[in-house]
């Protein structure tokens, strides 16, 4: 019990996990992990569901728990001992996992559970696995069993690698900028950049491409050879595009093998592509139709995107002598052209969102719709900066969650919501476990004792991640595996998400998450209403960009030559979708972590495809929203208990008809994003 990765007693004890802790403790739950498998699938173990819940899950749970909080330490809190420690430790933890899913006695054993002895929550878990099984091997047999497993192995590394280059090349780059460079640069920008070039002990600005410093100096830098070089060094991250040393994080070998490997796994599990595989658990039916969708969406965005860049080019040439244009200027004329037009700056409402009020605005609407109470908590974490809550009813504890919103080096950039325990009816003591999540972010930290400022696309992230962490927390299944997030169609698993960003645009919502960082004066009324005029600002182009890259996601994993297609791919999808094309030298996609590293692959459509399923359900409460546009808390009740309450119980379909009383349509989507 030294160990605190073997501590199961209470919370994580991050405080006290050290790379160190890590080889140990993975050797001893794999050792009873082995043995619980060993024991299931003994000719004479009864193949009953608690029985065999009774003693493999709950070894291979903990065994899950404790590989998450090292996974989850990798991604927030990197080190070169930690990651040595992961490295070594993850080719047996992939090798276990995947002989696991692939085990023909255990294959026998659930397909000998009488599933009438079963109810609907362990019908829908036992169909689930029985899926599983056969999609992680479990009919191979002999050479292609074994290398089938070898590829789970090597692609389990690959991941890792990518995400690796990626995080690496992020985090080396750094110019240190002189001041009368950073011309137009938003204050509380320069500050930092003074902060971090001190803290390394240099002269000048650290200009580094993390999001809160690359984005402000590319939409508000003057000075266009500045945007230029951090455009350059953002676009070509890990690519052998990258400019002197940061070649060595190129990811292209990396990209390679992974696809090579996902092609050769489709064809001995019999599917023609990967993409078709990716698709046997999600709710689309097949590759052609997700294209026939994406190509759909394009058509009737696509006039609305041409308009917006004649717009920009307009604007450009009229009141910024630009007459041609180039990638790095296009964010900077985007914000010019949004505060002529509509008469303020994303600068000027940051002012209003700190991080605390903008918090306390979140809960105030979660508290509200889902008649639950968010309270401070205690419990070890990995960094200062992060804070624990617990979520209860009535005074019933319902889950808790950890959040980690501020950038730093160490840390992959994005957000992303995980689980650290699922809710679970624990089938060993009759106890029933509650449900926690990680909720991370990379926004700015606060400068000059001053509170973290957040754009108001922070607000929008913040959340989105919570609807994860919602659907994740508010869950009443007591069966793990379709518990929460568990087991929902992976283009469903966005609603919930995407559904709570629809708050980030109510007056009355907003008005309670506001407050000046100097005055303390909420958001004035004036400035609200020409962000809601400016909301729909250049969604065409943002609708193509997202098209463009769930195309080329969807098109690649359905190729049966990927590796050799990925960069001619992506110049002809941008030729189709694209109203803006990227400079050669551009290798976006080597930074694509969803679809390379993230568990996206053929899957990033799923986006827009929730997106139509979020915009269906929030017009649900724009339909019945009471004075001042109050949402309505019987449709939060009715939306909690169909959708978030429900989990993955049951097909994502049912759950939102359970909802909306009808299938969903697309008129919200294009009505929200000003192109019906």
């Not at 992060?386 to 080096?409: C, K, M, N, S």
């Not at 087991?487 to 645009?505: I, K, T, Y």
């Not at 929730?610 to 409460?621: K, M, Q, T």
């Amino acid at each position: 019990m030294s160990n605190p990765l073997l501590d199961f007693s209470g919370h994580i004890p991050f405080d006290r996990i050290t790379p160190a802790d890590v080889a140990p403790a993975v050797d001893e739950l794999l050792r009873r992990a082995e043995g619980a498998l060993a024991a299931v699938t003994a000719p004479d173990f009864p193949p009953q569901w608690c029985a065999i819940s009774r003693v493999l899950d709950v070894a291979t749970e903990e065994l899950g728990r404790s590989w998450g909080a090292v996974s989850h330490l990798s991604s927030v809190a990197d080190t070169p001992e930690l990651r040595a420690a992961y490295n070594e430790a993850l080719p047996r933890v992939t090798e276990f996992w995947t002989r696991l899913g692939a085990d023909e006695r255990l294959y026998a054993k659930y397909k000998a559970i009488d599933v009438a002895t079963l109810n609907p929550e362990q019908q829908r878990a036992h169909a689930n696995a029985m899926r599983n099984f056969v999609l992680s091997g479990a009919e191979l047999q002999g050479a292609d069993k074994e290398r089938f497993a070898a590829i789970q192995e090597r692609l389990a590394e690959l991941a890792q690698k990518f995400s690796e280059n990626a995080l690496d090349a992020t985090d080396a780059y750094a110019y240190y900028a002189a001041l009368d460079e950073l011309d137009g640069v938003p204050e509380d920008v320069i500050q930092a950049a003074r902060q971090a070039a001190e803290a390394d002990g240099r002269e000048g600005y650290k200009l580094t491409l993390k999001m809160p410093c690359y984005l402000p100096v590319m939409q508000f830098a003057r000075n266009r050879a500045l945007r230029e070089r951090l455009y350059r060094a953002y676009a070509t991250r890990a690519s052998d595009q990258a400019e002197g040393e940061a070649v060595r994080f190129d990811n292209s070998q990396v990209m390679g093998e992974i696809l090579t490997l996902r092609q050769e796994e489709a064809k001995l599990l019999g599917y023609a592509s990967f993409a078709d595989v990716s698709l046997v658990p999600k709710m689309a039916d097949s590759p052609t139709q997700v294209v026939a969708f994406l190509r759909d969406l394009a058509r009737r965005a696509r006039p609305y995107a041409e308009q917006d860049v004649a717009d920009l080019r307009a604007f450009a040439a009229e009141h910024l002598g630009l007459h041609d244009p180039q990638s790095w200027d296009w964010p900077f004329i985007s914000e010019r052209l949004k505060e002529a037009r509509y008469a303020f700056s994303e600068q000027e409402v940051k002012e209003y969102f700190t991080a605390p009020k903008v918090l306390a605005g979140l809960f105030k609407i979660v508290e509200t719709l889902f008649e639950v109470e968010i309270r401070r908590d205690e419990a070890p974490v990995w960094s200062p900066a992060v804070e624990f809550y617990r979520l209860e009813r009535g005074g019933e504890l319902i889950g808790q969650f950890y959040l980690d919103t501020p950038a730093r080096t160490g840390k992959r950039g994005g957000a992303w919501m995980d689980d650290a325990l699922t809710r679970w009816l624990r089938p060993d003591t009759e106890q029933l476990q509650t449900p926690i999540a990680y909720l991370v972010c990379n926004f700015a930290s606060g400068v000059d004792g001053k509170p973290a400022l957040l754009t108001h696309d922070d607000v929008i992230t913040l959340f989105h991640e919570f609807g994860h962490g919602l659907h994740h927390l508010l869950t009443q299944v007591t069966e793990r595996d379709v518990s929460g997030i568990a087991g929902v169609e992976w283009d469903a698993v966005e609603l919930p998400s995407q559904f709570m960003e629809n708050f980030c645009w109510e007056w009355s919502v907003l008005r309670h998450m506001t407050a000046h960082v100097d005055s303390g004066e909420p958001l004035p009324r004036p400035l609200y209403d020409k962000m809601l005029a400016a909301r729909n600002f250049q969604a065409g182009m943002q609708t193509l960009r997202q098209v463009e890259f769930a195309l080329f996601d969807m098109l690649l994993h359905a190729d049966a030559q990927p590796a050799e297609q990925l960069q001619p791919l992506l110049a002809a999808v941008r030729s189709e979708v694209a109203v803006l094309q990227p400079p050669a030298f551009s290798r976006t996609a080597h930074t694509f972590s969803h679809i390379f590293a993230g568990g996206y692959a053929a899957g990033y459509y799923s986006y827009k495809w929730a997106e139509v399923l979020s915009a269906d359900a929030y017009a649900a409460f724009e339909e019945t929203a009471g004075e001042g546009g109050q949402p309505s808390a019987e449709t939060g009740r009715r939306y909690r208990q169909a959708i978030l309450e429900a989990g993955g119980s049951r097909p994502a379909m049912e759950s939102f008809k359970a909802f909306r009383g009808r299938e969903p349509r697309i008129d919200a989507l294009l009505r929200h994003q000003g192109m019906a």
